[in-house]
């Protein structure tokens, strides 16, 4: 209130009214007659005092939110009324809950929270979907730039004139520069191509690809990349990610698939290990059984026998030092030796990547150290 104003207080009247299930909200009315600058004075009813507005406010803000949090608990504390399980399923297809436990329908009906729109095959629900893919740190600027497409006619499906044509592909040219404007976005550019030709070519899950991704974004912030080869990089950033994830990739592949020598992926690969503080999980044997076992045909049976003997051999502490790929190789050869399979040292060896001497010796201190009784 401005000041020179004055106010005088007519009466203060207490009132209940019940409101929202006979709760009864305790109100003050403030009436008040203010003289203006004219000597005239407004209405008295119609100035209420705000504070007991603000009150009711907040009353109400409080009670709503009572109703969500016990809605909200109510769902998660929802079980079935018939035998008490709280495995309830929910059908999204009929809109209805049914128990998993006694199958009692509980509920018929359900909001749908999906779109408003009905797609039933994969190009419609492209066409009609009104987002964008999700961020990505596989793609340089991670998926949030515009795109300026290549198609040369208008929302009516009518060729474009020549002169609109030509100034959408001067449009586009500068759209594509100015996503790479600086020399940070070129590299990134440049190894995310590297990095994503590279997965496809030693089948790589995707979420390998974006760990492989973040690792070679830290090693650029940090100022690895610059004097070295972006490719070399990108590669030791790969092998690195697939042995974070246990993805049986060895750094051998990843150089054969790479345009680099292998000597300089494993010096750029313990580089990143030791700028970047990345602590490796000790290689486990038995994510290549599978994986020479498919190369060489061998039954899944054999495969189980070989993974006993791995796990025996890691109790007994005898795969301590060794070359997991070595390591898987010679326990299915002993394996196909007690399954009766014929399988030779060399098909093994070639499976797994490794020389025959490799295989033999790992053969025999296997079998010294388990105290495995093979047939003649």
């Known amino acids: 209130m401005k000041k020179g104003v004055s106010v005088r207080i007519i009466s203060l009247d207490v009132k209940y009214r019940a409101t929202n299930r006979n709760a009864y909200i305790l109100k003050h009315i403030l009436r008040v007659t203010t003289a203006g600058p004219d000597g005239r004075f407004l209405n008295p009813k119609r100035k209420t005092n705000h504070v007991s507005k603000g009150i009711l406010a907040r009353k109400i803000a409080e009670r709503r939110k009572a109703t969500q949090k016990k809605g909200i608990s109510h769902r998660i504390n929802e079980k079935c009324p018939e035998c008490g399980s709280p495995n309830l399923i929910h059908d999204y297809d009929t809109g209805e809950t049914v128990c998993g436990g006694c199958g009692l329908v509980v509920r018929e009906q359900m909001m749908d929270k999906g779109p408003e729109w009905r797609a039933f095959t994969q190009e419609e629900k492209a066409s009609r979907s009104r987002v964008g893919v999700p961020t990505s740190y596989s793609v340089h600027d991670k998926g949030l730039s515009t795109a300026i497409g290549r198609v040369d006619r208008d929302a009516f499906g009518r060729k474009l004139p020549l002169s609109t044509r030509l100034q959408m592909w001067r449009l586009r040219k500068w759209q594509i520069r100015s996503r790479v404007h600086s020399s940070i ?192």
């Open 185 to 376: 976005d070129r590299n990134l550019a440049q190894a995310m191509a590297e990095l994503d030709r590279l997965s496809d070519k030693s089948y790589i899950p995707g979420p390998v690809k974006e760990k492989a991704a973040i690792i070679y974004r830290k090693a650029l912030d940090k100022g690895l990349v610059r004097g070295r080869s972006i490719a070399a990089i990108a590669a030791a950033s790969l092998y690195a990610a697939c042995r974070t994830t246990g993805t049986p990739r060895t750094l051998r592949e990843i150089a054969e698939a790479s345009f680099v020598d292998k000597k300089d992926v494993a010096r750029c690969y313990r580089l990143l290990l030791r700028e970047l503080n990345v602590q490796m999980p000790i290689a486990n044997p038995l994510t290549y059984v599978s994986k020479i076992a498919e190369r060489t045909g061998i039954s899944g049976q054999t495969q189980g026998h070989a993974i006993k003997i791995l796990h025996e051999a890691r109790k007994r502490r005898a795969a301590a030092g060794k070359d997991p790929m070595g390591l898987a190789a010679a326990a299915l050869y002993i394996a196909c030796l007690v399954k009766n399979e014929k399988k030779t040292q060399k098909d093994i060896a070639e499976a797994a990547g490794v020389t025959e001497v490799t295989v033999r010796n790992r053969y025999k201190s296997l079998k010294r150290q388990l105290g495995i009784e093979l047939p003649d």
